[in-house]
């Protein structure tokens, strides 16, 4: 009984004092988040602040609904580290025209900056979908950058329906067409900005939103180039609503 005795306490310390070690990495990695939020925050409204609502139409909205869609992201990360009520907002018609264009006129001249172009052809007449706005903006910033960042230099956002549903393809030429970066230059910055170390988080932002709207996305790369392929269900029409 004495030797199982001398066998099982030093067990139990350890496992306590691995347990309160694992709590107090948990509480300084909490605080360095929330540091980060807070820092984050501060250039965040010095931007909407200084972009003010002429500054946002001349930019034809690209900063307003840059800022918007960083919010909240900021949103989201405050709830994981800290809790609170639930984060899901309710679900709104959306135009969806409004919202692809909103998300190239973003990255447009993002997509200059790496020495390439980005276009949109809209095929899909008048098309309501049915979510959430920051959310869907968000998957289509991805699938451009990601167009921007691994692909070729001449990008195209096509949608199309399909099925009654909304077809948005993000394709690109491929890498072998890819100007040289310039060391120093806008596009290596933005490349430093954007991490060495990629985890493929934009794509499964892209999945979630997806699946969390009834949607699908399809991913094909070959050596011509990458074709990302979303479809959303088309919300119905209202009573009343001009074609």
Known sequence: M???SFLI??????????????????????????????ELRRPLQAIALAAG????????GAVESSVRLA???????????????GLRRPAERIEARALVEAAVRRWRSRASVAGG?????????RAVVEGDRAELGQAL??????????GGPAITVEA???DGRLRIVVADSGR??????????PAETIARLSGRRRHGHGLAVVRRVASEHDGRFVLRRSERGSLAVLELPRAGEEPGAAA
Do not use: C, K, Q
């Open 53 to 60: 609502p002429g500054a946002a139409a001349t930019a034809n």
């Open 176 to 185: 072998a067409s890819r100007p040289p970066s310039r060391e120093g230059g």
């Open 71 to 85: 919010s909240a992201a900021l949103e989201r990360i405050d709830h994981e580290v800290n809790g609170g009520g």
């Open 160 to 162: 199309r329906p399909r």
């Open 2 to 4: 004495i030797v199982e």
């Open 117 to 125: 172009s980005l276009s949109l052809r809209w095929r899909a007449g």
């Open 9 to 38: 306490w030093p067990l139990f310390a350890s496992l306590a004092v691995a347990l309160v070690a694992r709590e107090l990495r948990a509480g300084r990695r909490r605080t360095v988040l929330n540091e980060a939020l807070h």
């Open 141 to 150: 910033d991805n699938l451009i950058v990601n167009a921007i960042e691994h």
